[in-house]
């Protein structure tokens, strides 16, 4: 089992900048892939951004060039930097990791743009 803490959510104007992170704990090894996924109100869940341990790193193309996705693998974290914030990028993000063929999520982090 891997549980997945996220956090960073919050309030955001647009043009603006928010981090979030997400801890992996439990089994740990054997994780292959690691990425953020959003879902916005009336939409379905949608990947944001792809980290493939050891693999080429993949952004959907509605935030390529504004968010930024990385890992701490001393601390089993990983980050999402989301830079240029528009309203529309307001939903809820949630962590995935895939270990072995399992995917666990994490419970999620509202992001919300707005002036």
């Known amino acids: 089992q891997v549980q997945l803490v996220e956090s960073g959510g919050g309030l955001v104007q647009p043009g603006g900048s928010l981090r979030l992170s997400c801890a992996a704990s439990g089994n740990n090894w054997g994780i292959n892939a690691m990425g953020w996924y959003r879902q916005a109100p009336g939409k379905e869940r949608e990947l944001v951004a792809s980290?493939?341990?050891?693999?080429?790193?993949s952004y959907a193309d509605f935030v390529k060039g504004r968010f930024t996705i990385s890992r701490d693998n001393a601390k089993n974290t990983v980050y999402l930097q989301m830079n240029s914030l528009k309203p529309e990028d307001t939903a809820v993000y949630y962590c995935n990791v895939k270990r072995f063929t399992v995917n666990y999520w994490g419970k999620g982090t509202l992001v919300t743009v707005s002036s």
């Open positions: 980290l493939p341990i050891g693999g080429t790193i």
